[in-house]
Each structure stands twice: as structure tokens, then as C-alpha cells.
């Protein structure tokens, strides 16, 4: 169980390392975008018609990799109903937590999946981008499949914690 954890731990750094670049710069532009549209509005009276969908369309893809991160970091936000001071039994919770959450993104998988097929029959485009609602849809996707890859990978290192009979070590 305890290799199981450490290769998929492995696979979800290496894809961290493209996430991290990806979200500095979506930041970046989403700043960029956002600055030159206030730009626009107070100097010349006019906005550009195209930085609101750029720019929900960058900060859909910020919430969707910074829920990833959140994930693979451990720092969901999250109630703790019990606390427990056996080790044992917090393993055990936690794996009860990871379950109900897979659970969650696995709906939330399904529920994308369902947009992305009904949104392919009408294959519309994004007014003032030169993108599809298709493909702005299937940014969910790819979302939720990287959430439940490390929601996958923390349940594998909490079943190798519980395991091992020892609690889980901080990152």
C-alpha cells in the first residue's frame, strides 16, 4: 500500500510542477486582462469587449487548479466533527473523509460530463472569445479528474498511515 502511495504521490508532484507554472500564469494574464480593461474604461470611456470572458474564463481556471492544490495540500476547508487522540481512529476518519469527498467528485465528474455531452450537440461559441462553450466546459472536466486523482492519492496515503499504524507526517 505504502508504494502504491509513494508512486502516485510521485505522479501528483510532477503534475503540481505544471499546475504551479499554469496558475502563475493565468494570474498573470487574469491581472493583465483586468488592468488593461479599467485601463479602457476610465481613459478612453470603453471597455474591450472581449476581457470579461477572457477573463472569467482565466479565473475558472484558477478556482479549478487552486481546488486541485487545495487537494494535493491538504488544506480543504473542512469542519472536524471529532477529534480523536487515537491514532488509529483519526486514520480511520480521514479515510471515511476521503471517501465521502471521492464520492462528491465523482458526482461532480458525472454532472461535467453530462454538460460537456449536452454542449457538444449545440456547439456554440463564446461571443467574444474564439472558443467554444465546448471547450470552456471541458476545463470541468479536466478539473474534477486532477481533484479526484489526488483525492484518490490522499486516501491511498491515509490507507498506508492506517496501515502503518502511525499518523501521517506533515507536508
Not at 477529534?83 to 476521503?98: C, G, P, T
Request: hydrophobic share 55%; glycine share 4%.
Amino acid at each position: 500500500m505504502d508504494k502504491i502511495a509513494k508512486t502516485l504521490k510521485n505522479i501528483s508532484n510532477k503534475v503540481y510542477i505544471v499546475e504551479k507554472w499554469v496558475l502563475m500564469i493565468a494570474v498573470i494574464a487574469v491581472t493583465a486582462v483586468n488592468f488593461v480593461n479599467v485601463i479602457m474604461r476610465y481613459i478612453f470611456k470603453s471597455g474591450l469587449a472581449y476581457c470579461e470572458n477572457l477573463s472569467l474564463t482565466l479565473f475558472m481556471l484558477l478556482i479549478l487548479i487552486g481546488g486541485n492544490i487545495a487537494v494535493k495540500s491538504d488544506s480543504e476547508i473542512r469542519i472536524d466533527v471529532c477529534r480523536f487522540k487515537d491514532v488509529r481512529k483519526k486514520n480511520a476518519f480521514k479515510l471515511i473523509s476521503d471517501i465521502c469527498s471521492i464520492i462528491a467528485l465523482v458526482c461532480l465528474l458525472l454532472g461535467s460530463i453530462a454538460l460537456v455531452q449536452h454542449t457538444a450537440q449545440y456547439n456554440q461559441q463564446v461571443a467574444t472569445l474564439p472558443i467554444t462553450y465546448l471547450q470552456l466546459y471541458s476545463l470541468l472536466i479536466i478539473g474534477s479528474i486532477l481533484m479526484l486523482f489526488d483525492h484518490v492519492v490522499v486516501l491511498f496515503k491515509h490507507l498506508a498511515a492506517i496501515q502503518t499504524g502511525v499518523e501521517e507526517e506533515a507536508e
